[in-house]
């Protein structure tokens, strides 16, 4: 798996090798791009920004989501089980675990009702716990990709779309 993701990334970044070459002026050695006009250019940066930058952000944003989206219907589903066991009073019900893809309903066969509970309340602060980490951690790290990689971007963006306000100078 290792390997074929390495070589993926050969395959995807090979063609680099033929866009761009070394240049030296004086003491400062650069890397030049090979296209003839600036059309080549900025479809190279737009192709370059949509499928290193904007669809990495959007796949991850869609799959956090969907993680959240998984640990808040698992923490309400044990919201729900712990009130409908207060609601009755207390009395031993045929419970179903919380809500973790599809599960299938188990019976809970413990001696006393007030274990069982007891069990379900700390279960509930762990994955309230877990919940609130993990969705943190989604955000952070969506911001973080996004912190990083957007100077670059705009940059390259501005510089292709609008070369004579750009707000850096390609001129060596």
């Known amino acids: 798996m290792v390997m074929l993701a ?4 050969f395959v995807f970044a090979l063609p680099q090798f033929f866009l761009f070459h070394l240049q030296v002026n004086g003491e400062k050695t650069i890397c030049k791009d090979n296209f003839k006009s600036d059309k080549g250019s900025l479809v190279y940066v737009m192709f370059v920004f949509f499928f290193i930058y904007l ?3 959007i796949i991850l944003i869609c799959c956090y989501v969907c993680i959240s989206v998984t640990i808040w219907r698992n923490v309400i589903g044990l919201k729900e089980m712990k009130e409908k066991d207060f609601d009755d009073g207390g ?3 045929e419970h179903r675990k919380p809500f973790i893809g ?12 007030r274990l069982e509970n007891s ?8 994955i309230s716990r877990a919940k609130t980490k993990t969705v943190k951690m989604a955000v952070v790290i969506v911001a973080l990709y996004i912190i990083c990689w957007s100077p670059q971007f705009v940059c390259q963006l501005w510089l292709s779309l609008d070369p ?4 850096i100078n390609s001129k060596f």
């Open 6 to 9: 390495w070589t993926i990334s």
């Open 91 to 93: 009395e031993k019900q």
């Open 119 to 126: 069990r379900r309340h700390n279960a509930g602060r762990l």
């Open 55 to 57: 669809i990495p952000v």
């Open 164 to 167: 004579e306000n750009a707000p």
């Open 102 to 113: 599809k599960t299938k309903q188990t019976s809970l066969d413990i001696g006393s009702v």
